[in-house]
T-cell receptor
Framework: DAGITQSPRHKVTETGTPVTLRCHQT?????MYWYRQDPGHGLRLIHY???????DKGEVSDGYSVSRSKTEDFLLTLESATSSQTSVYFCAISQTGQETQYFGPGTRLLVL | QQQVKQSPQSLIVQKGGISIINCAYENTAFDYFPWYQQFPGKGPALLIAIRPDVSEKKEGRFTISFNKSAKQFSLHIMDSQPGDSATYFC????????????FGAGTTVTVRA
């Protein structure tokens, strides 16, 4: 998985609680992305980062925030988890932005 | 609204057969078209990619055909093998500075031995 780890790998939480997912890379890639994967939707971009402290929204950013204080770490926070945020979350990294995106192993999140 | 439409949702092919997956897009700003392969429980991995100035690209048993005027592109898997059983996603990327990928909904390919 190209030096990408995601934590936790599985999480069960309750509606209304905040949740933070972590993506850590050892490749020193500039770009980092958070996607969610749901049946029938493929992968949808939540937020992405093009450098430390530089982030922007993707197509499904409502209810999510991100932070990147170091090159190697990209955090995704669900401010108040809802059942519609039950999904598999993937982090990806890219050296140049457009060329290959390398995906992490995913985090399976269940919001009850 | 899905910016890249992918079909079929699933397909079954016999070993040695050809698998064909089709994708269509509307936004002519897209300038990079990758295909990703995903096995159960794993993250997607880049399989092959093409730019719109090329009509075809082949890597081993995998070929992308690209029709710029029709805004369509497809993946052909020749001599399909059981190890090719996976979910395949087409995608399209915006150019600089965004580089955001829009993915199709995915096609689950099952190769029967």
């Amino acid at each position: 998985d190209a030096g990408i780890t995601q934590s936790p790998r599985h999480k069960v939480t309750e509606t209304g609680t905040p949740v933070t997912l972590r993506c850590h890379q050892t490749e020193n890639h500039r770009y980092m992305y958070w996607y969610r994967q749901d049946p029938g939707h493929g992968l949808r971009l939540i937020h992405y980062s093009y450098g430390v402290k530089d982030t922007d929204k993707g197509e499904v950013s409502d209810g999510y925030s991100v932070s990147r204080s170091k090159t190697e770490d990209f955090l995704l926070t669900l401010e108040s988890a809802t059942s519609s945020q039950t999904s598999v979350y993937f982090c990806a990294i890219s050296q140049t932005g457009q060329e290959t995106q390398y995906f992490g192993p995913g985090t399976r999140l269940l919001v009850l | 609204q899905q910016q890249v439409k992918q079909s079929p949702q699933s397909l079954i092919v016999q070993k040695g057969g050809i698998s064909i997956i089709n994708c269509a897009y509307e936004n002519t700003a897209f300038d990079y078209f990758p295909w990703y392969q995903q096995f159960p429980g794993k993250g997607p991995a880049l399989l092959i990619a093409i730019r719109p100035d090329v009509s075809e690209k082949k890597e081993g048993r995998f070929t992308i055909s690209f029709n710029k005027s029709a805004k369509q592109f497809s993946l052909h898997i020749m001599d399909s093998q059981p190890g090719d059983s996976a979910t395949y996603f087409c995608a399209a990327s915006y150019p600089s500075p965004d580089y955001k990928l829009s993915f199709g909904a995915g096609t689950t390919v099952t190769v029967r031995a």
